[in-house]
């Protein structure tokens, strides 16, 4: 589906419809039985990437000049919210391939583009984004990750944290500084490969949820690669960091509302069957109140993330606001949802036989990554429309 900067995505086309009801046959069909297994044994979901390779899933936003299917930044919505739905591990496959290929995509040379957007495009490669550290998380601008020229080389040395799909891709975004007096115009953006000689990773981290897709520390040590690799000019790399996120945080409320849809339609099922005090317990209106209130909320949260997503397309002036304001109300909603569709299971909810209870843990990384939804609130207030 190609991008197109002037039409209304506010609208949902039928050809949007028709590319959620393929995702959403293939998730069902390829994903989902896989979902609670990844969970469980937090493996990375080969079963997933697979399927969406062999449907050209796992990177739809890559323009089509690069190999890719040139999808709008709706349609990319759409893929993340329909593999979310089913698992939330394997969505992370195309929303961090968006996230680590963006800066190349926004503000790489051409040749760059080639080299990196096409392999990934053909699904031969992986493409993750190297930010926050260990000490400059929310102040990523506080990093330590250098990068010193040498010639016709820049030779990195540092240590990046909360890495997705680290270990797996072959691709890495990395930011580093490259003029220390400067602070965030100090910093450079950088195509590391897997392969490139100093390049390590740090034990996959034993987290809450998503545990299907590897978080890992990745290292530095001496890493010494052509200077055209470099993404844009020096110093320019924090800009483009910041730039991507603005785009890339409507994929993470894309993430939110899969989880919750998930969640409130396991939920919405389960209390037809369920029955006591002689009738399903969905005919009491205690439960239907719930279940209106998990439903408002998470159709609001998607008409606000469509909206963000629309402004994605087009690079609006006020994207920085709604991408923020997408991420951190889809977040929160899908966090309300869930926790509630748990409720609604009772102590059936709280078990690892059904789906609720990681869906549930799922969803709270929404609030986190890409983040914090405090510093989501930060930067609505700096950028209210």
Not at 60 to 78: K, N, Y
Not at 283 to 302: I, N, T
Request: charge should be negative.
């Amino acid at each position: 589906m190609a991008g197109n900067k002037d039409f209304d995505l506010y609208k949902v086309s039928e050809e949007h419809d028709e590319l959620r009801k393929v995702v959403r046959s293939l998730a069902e069909a390829k994903i989902a039985p896989f979902a609670a297994e990844v969970d469980e044994e937090g493996r990375f979901p080969q079963e997933a990437l697979d399927a969406l390779v062999a449907a050209d899933l796992q990177a739809v936003h890559v323009p089509e000049e690069f190999g890719g299917a040139g999808a709008d930044a709706l349609a990319t919505v759409i893929v993340i919210e329909e593999v979310a739905r089913v698992c939330a591990s394997s969505s992370l496959i195309p929303a961090v391939n968006k996230l680590g290929s963006l800066p190349v995509a926004l503000s790489g040379s051409d040749e760059l583009k080639k080299r990196y957007l096409g392999p990934l495009a053909k699904g031969d490669a992986m493409f993750s984004y190297c930010l926050s550290e260990p000490d400059a998380g929310s102040d990523a601008a506080g990093m330590k990750t250098r990068a010193v020229r040498d010639g016709d080389s820049y030779v990195l040395n540092g240590v990046k944290r909360w890495i997705t799909n680290a270990g797996v891709s072959e691709y890495y975004t990395v930011m580093a500084v490259t003029d220390p007096e400067k602070r965030s115009k100090g910093i450079s953006a950088f195509v590391v490969e897997k392969s490139d000689e100093g390049v390590s990773f740090g034990a996959p981290e034993k987290k809450l949820g998503i545990k299907g897709s590897p978080t890992r520390e990745v290292y530095f040590d001496n890493v010494r690669i052509p200077a055209d690799r470099m993404i844009g000019e020096e110093g320019t790399g924090f800009a483009t960091a910041m730039k991507t996120l603005d785009h890339t945080r409507v994929t993470i409320a894309a993430q939110a509302l899969g989880i919750a849809q998930g969640a409130l339609d396991y939920a919405k099922e389960y209390v037809k069957e369920r029955k006591q005090f002689g009738k399903p317990i969905g005919d009491f209106q205690g439960v239907q109140f719930m279940l209106a209130d998990m439903a408002m909320k998470l159709e609001a949260a998607r008409q606000l993330t469509y909206a963000a997503a629309a402004k994605s397309e087009r690079t609006d002036g006020d994207l920085t606001f709604f991408g923020a304001a997408a991420k951190c109300y889809a977040s929160d909603a899908a966090m309300e949802i869930t926790t509630d569709a748990v409720q609604l299971l009772g102590g059936y909810g709280y078990t690892r036989d059904y789906p609720l209870e990681r869906m549930m843990r799922d969803a709270k990384i929404t609030q986190i990554y890409e983040g914090t939804n405090q510093v989501q609130r930060i930067v609505m207030a700096r950028n209210l429309p």
